[in-house]
């Protein structure tokens, strides 16, 4: 069974940085992509960063690009994301995602397990 714990969330100033990371378990990590999605109140589940299964590629939702940075230690099990000058419109539940296949990095969220999520509030 694929667990995923993340860790990492809590509450920062705008400009400031947070870095999250999520241990998984339960099957071959490194066969996996990984990536991290979000969801603010009221709003729907969004795609914020992928990975492949080397870390050799990387995909990041428009607004995020040149501020976050999705990496992953497969010794380790765990993928990261580095948060950098946060903005209020960054607050929200950050979500781990395991994809359920070994082929490709799909960006539709029914393609992956999920965590339980970990709050970031960034306050103005």
């Known amino acids: 069974q694929v667990q995923l714990v993340e860790s990492g969330g809590g509450l920062v100033q705008a400009g400031g940085s947070l870095r999250l990371s999520c241990a998984a378990s339960g099957r071959t990590f490194s066969n996996y992509g990984m990536g991290w999605f979000r969801q603010a109140p009221g709003k729907e589940r969004e795609l914020v960063a992928l990975i492949s299964r080397s870390g050799s590629s990387t995909y990041y939702l428009d607004s995020v690009k040149g501020r976050f940075t999705i990496s992953r230690d497969n010794a380790k099990n765990t993928v990261y994301l580095q948060m950098n000058s946060l903005t209020p419109e960054d607050t929200a539940v950050y979500y781990c995602?395991?994809?359920?296949?070994?082929?490709?990095?799909?960006?539709?969220?029914?393609?992956?397990?999920w965590g339980q999520g970990t709050q970031v509030t960034v306050s103005s």
């Open positions: 995602a395991g994809s359920k296949s070994t082929v490709g990095l799909p960006l539709d969220p029914q393609y992956y397990y």
